[in-house]
Nanobody, 126 residues
């Protein structure tokens, strides 16, 4: 059974940094992509960033480009989201997600992903 466990969330001041981690267990396959989404109260789940398991190619939503960095450690089955220059609008629950298929809806579509973590809260104060 695949499990994704996020950690590293918490509170930060605007301009500060946080590093989120996502640990995957029970993988019997190599993921195609691991991604991060976020969901603020009253809003839809929003794509943040993705990294391919093979090759480490990255992709970001425009609002976090230059501030967030996604990476992965294949040996540990983990991926990370380094968040810098945080803004109050980054406040949300952040979710890790995995898709095993190279085909399907866009990477920004939550429906593309097969497995999800429970989320970790990030709160940025001004």
């Amino acid at each position: 059974q695949v499990q994704l466990v996020e950690s590293g969330g918490g509170a930060a001041q605007a301009g500060g940094s946080l590093r989120l981690s996502c640990a995957a267990s029970g993988l019997t396959f190599s993921p195609y992509v691991m991604a991060w989404f976020r969901q603020a109260p009253g809003k839809e789940r929003e794509y943040v960033a993705a990294v391919t398991w093979t090759g480490g190619r990255t992709h970001y939503v425009d609002s976090v480009k230059g501030r967030f960095t996604i990476s992965r450690d294949n040996a540990k089955n983990q991926n990370y989201l380094q968040m810098s220059s945080l803004k109050p609008e980054d406040t949300a629950v952040y979710f890790c997600a995995v898709t095993r298929s190279p085909a399907g809806p866009p990477l920004s579509d939550p429906g593309r992903y097969d497995y999800w973590g429970q989320g970790t809260q990030v709160t940025v104060s001004s």
